[in-house]
Every structure is written in structure tokens, then in C-alpha cells.
């Protein structure tokens, strides 16, 4: 089901377990989900971390993701906080959204989520990156 507070931009987990949730979504209800991997560059996202969402921007998801996955697991939460992009204010961020076109060549399927009893032929699946 489509999300209201996603309308108008794209959402993206940087916890992979955040990621993995959404991508078995799909299958808990009886269809494929996919599980995609963006490349965007460092400086180009912190360079634009809430910006004006009028123009360009990436932030903070705003639909309560921006935590990490399992959220009352202290050391889940301190192993994996170093790996997360830090913002400015030095929050940590765990999930963000933006409305930053993002370049197919730098999109790749990472995961494939079936329903049970179900098979899904991913040959055609687009899962490396394309040239620079």
C-alpha cells in the first residue's frame, strides 16, 4: 500500500535490516519485493542534508524510520552507528528520503523477497552498476 508520507520523494534505509523490512513487505502480502542499493556520493548527500525541500534535498526520513532496526538492542545499535552517515548537527542518520533524481546506472537489485511456495526468475535482473 502506497504511503502518504511518501508522495513526491524516494525513501532510503541505510540500516540494511531498515532496507531488508521493506523489501519482505511485499512478500508477507503475496507479491515480489525487491530490495534495491543506490550509489550517491558522500559530499553530494551531506553537502545537501536539509536543504530547502523546495529545491533539491535529502533528510531525515520523515515516517519514523530514522532509527535503527532493532531499536532497544544497545549493542546492535553501537556497532552499527559508526557505520551511518553523520549530518552536520552530528546525528547519526539511520534513514532518509529525498527528492534527488537518482541515475539508473546507479541503482542495482541487492535482494529479491518471494512468497512462500513461489519462485521468481531474477536472470533479468539489473544487479551491478553501470559505467561511470
Do not use: C
Amino acid at each position: 500500500m502506497p504511503s502518504s508520507d511518501s508522495i513526491g520523494k524516494l525513501k532510503y534505509a541505510h540500516d540494511p535490516n531498515i532496507a531488508l523490512k521493506y523489501s519482505n513487505e511485499p512478500a508477507n502480502n503475496r507479491r515480489v519485493g525487491v530490495q534495491l542499493e543506490a550509489r550517491v556520493k558522500r559530499e553530494a548527500f551531506l553537502g545537501r542534508f536539509d536543504g530547502d525541500p523546495g529545491s533539491t534535498y535529502w533528510r531525515a526520513e520523515s515516517g519514523g524510520e530514522n532509527a535503527p532496526a532493532r531499536i532497544n538492542d544497545e549493542p546492535y545499535k553501537q556497532s552499527m552507528d559508526p557505520a551511518m552517515p553523520q549530518a552536520a548537527n552530528t546525528t547519526r542518520i539511520w534513514s532518509s528520503e529525498t527528492n534527488q533524481h537518482i541515475p539508473s546506472k546507479d541503482v542495482r537489485v541487492v535482494g529479491v523477497s518471494v512468497p512462500a511456495h513461489q519462485s521468481f526468475d531474477t536472470s533479468g535482473l539489473h544487479t551491478e552498476y553501470g559505467d561511470e
